[in-house]
């Protein structure tokens, strides 16, 4: 069956640039979503199809995908950009999420 | 925009059904380019997809699942439900009903959700 591996964690410091991971067979196929989730919150779409953001989300929020990769990049993160992230793709007839990772700013 | 807010039962019994309703405000639920998901997120663990609906009845469902679930929807209500069948303390998670937006390419489509409600926690003891 089909999997999105993700790092368990991810730290950076405040103002610089986070990148989260996703990995599957052949991903670029298929298109990715983000979401961010922080504690004891509803989970928070923040990119969909590969690249795009929903409105209300901060620029420094982008992504990609490519080869068996998608990324989530985070430029000049800030300490309310702690959460989980989990990515997200849809395949043949599932909805798939990556395990989650843990964004530590510190 | 649209809110989502799930409701029913916190605790169920061990073998017992849990069922869940979400309702829908301001969107209607037959609106042609949306299905309607659940989803839950065990204790400390990630979020697992458990099924969609469209408003014709259409369903997909998590395969791991599948014998054991009922997604319904009633656009009378602007809801639609989950009946997740002989539950154990493995079932025992924050349930969150979602809108999923689905989008259609050449080679295939896309799922993502994008508006949740708040989630409801329901125990299995």
């Known amino acids: 069956s089909y999997e999105l591996i993700q790092p368990p964690s991810v730290s950076v410091s405040p103002g610089q640039t986070a990148t989260i991971s996703c990995s599957g067979d052949n991903l670029k196929n298929k298109y990715a979503s983000w979401y961010q989730q922080r504690p004891g919150q509803s989970p928070v779409l923040v990119i969909f199809q590969d690249t795009k953001r929903p409105s209300g989300i901060p620029e420094r929020f982008s992504g990609s995908n490519s080869g068996n990769t998608a990324t989530l990049t985070i430029s000049g993160t800030q300490t309310v950009d702690e959460a989980d992230y989990y990515c997200q793709a849809w395949d043949m007839i599932a909805v798939l999420f990556g395990g989650g990772t843990k964004l530590t700013v510190l | 925009q649209v809110q989502l807010q799930e409701s029913g039962p916190g605790l169920v019994k061990t073998s017992e059904t849990l069922s869940l309703t979400c309702t829908v405000s301001?969107?209607?639920?037959?609106?042609?380019?949306?299905?309607w998901g659940w989803i839950r997120q065990p204790p400390g663990k990630g979020l697992e997809w458990i099924g969609s609906?469209?408003?014709?009845?259409?369903?997909y469902y998590n395969p791991s699942l599948k014998s054991r679930v009922t997604i319904l929807v009633d656009t009378s209500k602007n809801q639609f439900s989950l009946n997740l069948s002989s539950v154990t303390a493995a079932d025992t998670a924050v349930y969150y009903c979602?809108?999923?937006?689905?989008?259609?390419?050449?080679?295939?489509?896309?799922?993502?959700?994008?508006?949740w409600g708040k989630g409801t926690t329901v125990t299995v003891s």
């Open positions: 301001g969107g209607s639920i037959s609106r042609s380019t949306y299905y």
């Open positions: 979602a809108r999923v937006e689905v989008f259609y390419y050449a080679s295939g489509r896309s799922h993502y959700m994008d508006f």
């Open positions: 609906i469209y408003y014709s009845g259409n369903t």
